[in-house]
């Protein structure tokens, strides 16, 4: 069964323009049979269940339903394409503003934006924030599509130009924001897929790597493959900002342990100030990692209803060790790391 976490409160500032109340739902239910689709919105459904049941199968998300035309198909296509990057930009928000990119750029490309009387050199987020809401707005116009079951032919021209625009949004995120694009494209954990490591209570033994000494409670990773403490690394600044995170399965209740000691690695930076050097930070956090902590199955622990078993401080150890060397530059806290001090994990924090 999935569980979601749900934040306590709304804890990301979104600007006016784009409101998702959630990521998407998925579920382990099946593909909907196609003879249920009767109505307009159960070919969004039918999209929407191959999404959930493999999201990486693309010849399966675009091969035409049986009894459907085309049309109906891609419009049903553009609009989960809308909805999807309405995702992206509450992501994109925290680090992509009028200061960071002050133009509208696909690495050397810069496009002007046609959300208004005439082109108009929209900074990138508003760019982004207006073609979203240009293609939307279209996309549910009365007179351009009136129904969702046939399209009028003349509508058929919007299509090209809706996702020329909608493309360069991601094309933005790839060039410019790469940790952010790539962190969209995978929240959760890849190793919830994988079978073969032992489960303690409900969450995955899953190997690490580590040069730390010592009996290693857990298994060794391959130096050369992510393993989860990269994940949770990579992961972490974008689901701060979701409001709830369905677990889908063991692996994630490791990833969001590892997510909460992140946090709370980053409050203990944030206390001890921005001049603290690397080599200071390194002993600050390694010694809270040996702290005593509220562990899935005490009382205190935050998130106890998901847990059933304890986690691991050798994995938070490791932890500490790789979140220094990211949130240091150059010697120097890094602003996008610590400006999520206080930006919590489904407001919850160890
Ligand atoms: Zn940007
Ligand atoms: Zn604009």
């Known amino acids: 069964m999935a569980e979601t976490i749900l934040s306590n409160e709304p804890n990301h500032d979104t600007s006016e323009t784009s409101k998702p109340t959630s990521i998407p739902q998925t579920t382990t239910e099946n593909k ?9 919105f159960a070919l969004q459904e039918y999209l929407q269940s191959l999404i959930r049941a493999d999201k990486d199968n693309l010849d399966a998300l675009v091969e035409l339903p049986p009894g459907q035309d085309q049309e109906t198909w891609q419009y049903e296509h553009l609009r989960q394409l809308c909805l999807e990057l309405n995702y992206l930009v509450v992501q994109l928000e925290v680090e992509c503003t009028r ?20 082109p108009t050199n929209c900074c990138a987020i508003d760019y982004i924030v207006h073609t979203l809401d240009g293609a939307t707005t279209l996309l549910n116009s009365h007179k351009y599509f009136p129904s969702r079951i046939s399209i009028p032919e003349t509508s058929l021209k919007h299509y ?19 940790e952010i694009f790539e962190a969209f494209e995978a929240y959760h954990s890849l190793f919830n897929d994988r079978t073969e490591f032992r489960v303690v209570g409900n969450m995955a033994l899953l190997p690490i790597k580590t040069k730390l000494r010592g009996p290693p409670s857990l298994a ?20 701060c900002l979701f409001r709830n995170f369905e677990i889908q399965g063991n692996a994630d209740r490791v990833l ?23 080599k200071e930070a390194i ?34 150890q490791e932890l500490a060790n790789r979140l ?7 010697g120097k806290q890094s602003k996008w790391w610590m400006s999520f001090q206080k930006k919590k994990f489904m407001n919850k924090s160890l």
């Open 32 to 40: 909907r049979d196609l003879q249920q689709i009767d109505s307009a």
């Open 99 to 118: 200061q960071s990119c002050p133009e509208m750029k696909a690495d050397e490309w810069q496009y002007l934006c046609a959300a208004h009387q005439a």
């Open 283 to 316: 002993k600050i956090l390694n010694s809270r990692a040996l702290d005593n902590f509220a562990l899935p199955g005490d009382p205190t622990f935050p998130l106890n209803a998901l847990y059933a078993s304890p986690g691991s401080d050798a994995a938070r």
């Open 160 to 178: 090209q130009s809706i996702a020329r625009r909608l493309y360069r949004i991601f094309a933005h995120a790839w060039f410019h924001h790469r």
């Open 220 to 239: 060794p990773a391959p130096p050369t493959e992510n393993d989860v403490i990269d994940e949770a690394l990579d992961l972490f600044r974008a689901n």
């Open 256 to 278: 969001i342990y590892l997510i909460l000691f992140i946090s709370d690695c980053l409050s203990c930076l944030g206390k001890a100030g921005k001049n603290t050097s690397q």
């Open 324 to 330: 220094v060397e990211r949130v240091y530059v150059d």
